[in-house]
């Protein structure tokens, strides 16, 4: 297992993220954020308090589940669902949020699942981790740290809310 991010460099790629998102939106007075379950969700809550903390801008968020829409959904387990909680995105310059972006196929799933919520004016993406090997054509606007892996390896990511701290570690296969 090797560490690529501790929990201080999590907290700057958010900001960086944070103003990288203002500005390319002109402010935030038009963003919403959706974080995507998982790890998602507390992503796209720091996110959210970043942008106050720069724009003075309160940010709707939200959460999606996408387990429905997968679409490996006879392949493996039946997904644990989780509630969905979209603010109002008619409109709205729309941020999801996720943790790792790898094949891009839980992407295509949230956009699937967003377009049952509404109609945003844009849809963008913002991941903490792009570990590359896309098979779909989809492509982060925000990232935190590109980090180039084998197919084999895992790539995990811990934060606070959820695991008791924040770390990006890379688990080869069988470790």
């Keep these: ?48 308090s970043a942008i106050a903390e720069f724009d003075d801008v309160v940010v709707p968020t939200g959460s999606l589940d996408i387990g429905l829409y997968r679409d490996d959904l006879g392949l493996r387990p039946r997904p644990k669902l989780e509630p969905s909680e979209i603010p109002a995105i008619d409109g709205a310059d729309v941020v999801l949020v996720d943790d790792v972006l790898f094949t891009g196929r839980t992407i295509r799933a949230a956009l699937d699942a967003l377009a049952d919520y509404g109609r945003p004016k ?19 606007d925000y990232v935190g740290k590109n980090i180039p892996t084998a197919r084999t390896e895992r790539v995990q990511v811990m934060l606070a809310e959820l695991d008791g701290s924040d770390a990006v570690t890379i688990t080869g296969e069988g470790e």
């Design 1 to 48: 297992m090797r560490n690529v991010m501790d929990g201080a460099d999590v907290g700057r790629v958010i900001r960086r993220i944070a103003h990288e998102v203002i500005e390319h939106n002109r402010g935030a007075s038009s963003v919403v954020l959706v974080g995507i379950h998982t790890r998602g969700v507390p992503l796209a809550h720091r996110l959210a």
């Design 122 to 140: 844009s849809v963008q993406l913002a991941v903490l981790v792009d570990r590359g090997h896309r098979e779909l054509p989809i492509r982060p």
